[in-house]
């Protein structure tokens, strides 16, 4: 067969083939070691030395060719097999999805959030303690000797004599104060959890949370800590919430106070929640006792402070009428759902 001839009949073979294995096939027929094309230069030896270049550069030619007709058929050939996959393997991505399910902050963590973004509004720090706690920063430091009858209130799982889970975030307080090393000021926030042996009913749980405050400094005044727990309220509430002082006792604070703010609910004009009183005991405070502040390193005639301890379940519970504090532990996906809207 003369190379023109070869070269239409290889030509015409590659415009039909249909699928890119029939080229391959092609090649080897035309390319190959024992090919075709080849073949040809098998026969150059018959031929007269004049003759040998022209046949050679005819063969040549014949091989570019056809080579390259295989490279374009075989470009036009994967693409369309390529549209032919996406076509048949196409998937639908805006049926049936399924949305993975998202959940929502936990409502004592919004709490705990609320009360760092107030707090840190004013320039407060966020500190941190052990949970597992020294009876020394628990109770001696603050003011709470070992025969003070005002541990029995907060009795606690012991780990061993000095050791034990801590029982208010009080300890913090301790610990803050005892490594600012006499320096001031000092404003924190420090929530966390705490423990105490306390029976578990609707109100009380032997796990549960609070948050500490505590402002050290130059002529800080029991006006400083009125003013802080007003905003604060009014920030966690509704503005125009109204707050009182009542005498209290905490061995680390003199004077000390407990305080009340009017009822988110009525107002203050008397309903449930506030059992028809118009008020709800929301937290514990008062300046910080200048035993506490000697015993940690500060001049008591020199410095004064206010402090503050707030339960966040207390909290929780009244910003979102919560009547049970074991809904908050038993992480029913249901109940926590309905936290969404808050965050
Ligand atoms: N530690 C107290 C408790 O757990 C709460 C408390 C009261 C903390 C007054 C304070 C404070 O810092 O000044 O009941």
Redesign the pocket.
């Known amino acids: 067969m003369d190379t023109v001839t070869l070269k239409n009949e290889a030509l015409q073979r590659i415009e039909k083939a249909e699928k890119t294995s029939d080229l391959e096939q092609l090649r080897i027929e035309y390319l190959a070691k024992k090919g075709t094309v080849q073949q040809l230069m098998v026969q150059m030896k018959d031929l007269s030395p004049e003759e040998k270049p022209a046949f050679g550069q005819k063969v040549n030619e014949l091989k570019k060719v056809i080579t390259q007709a295989l490279e374009d058929r075989q470009k036009q050939l994967a693409e369309s097999e390529l549209n032919e996959r996406l076509k048949t393997e196409k998937i639908d991505i805006s049926l049936d999805a399924s949305s993975a399910p998202v959940g929502s902050l936990h409502p004592l963590t919004l709490i705990t959030q609320q009360i760092e973004d107030i707090f840190v509004g004013l320039g407060y720090e966020v500190a941190e303690g052990p949970e597992v706690e020294l009876d020394l920063y628990n109770f001696e430091k603050a003011n709470i000797p070992a025969d003070h009858p005002s541990r029995d209130m907060?009795d606690t799982f012991y780990i061993d004599p000095n050791t034990l889970l801590r029982?208010?975030?009080?300890a913090i307080?301790m610990r803050v104060l005892e490594a600012a090393h006499g320096k001031t000021p000092i404003k924190l926030v420090c929530p966390g959890k705490?423990y105490r042996r306390d029976d578990d009913d609707a109100t009380h749980s032997h796990q549960f949370m609070?948050s500490?405050g505590?402002v050290v400094g130059e002529g800080i005044t029991l006006a400083d800590l009125k003013g802080t727990l007003q905003f604060m309220i009014e920030s966690l509430f509704k503005e125009g919430t109204k707050i009182r002082f009542r005498p209290s006792y905490?061995p680390?604070?003199e004077p000390?106070f407990e305080v009340d703010m009017s009822c988110h609910i009525c107002g203050g004009k008397g309903c449930n929640v506030c059992k028809h009183t118009g008020w709800i005991e929301i937290l514990?405070?008062?300046m910080v006792h200048p035993h506490v502040l000697e015993i940690n390193g500060f001049d008591p005639k020199k410095y004064t402070g206010f402090?503050?301890?707030v339960g966040l379940e207390r909290i929780a519970m009244l910003k979102y009428g919560i009547t049970d504090i074991r809904d908050l532990y038993t992480n029913d996906i249901r109940f926590l759902q309905g936290f969404k809207k808050y965050q």
Not at 167 to 170: D, G, I, L, V
């Open positions: 907060q029982t208010h975030t009080t307080q705490v609070q500490e505590l905490f680390f604070t000390s514990g405070s008062g402090a503050f301890g």
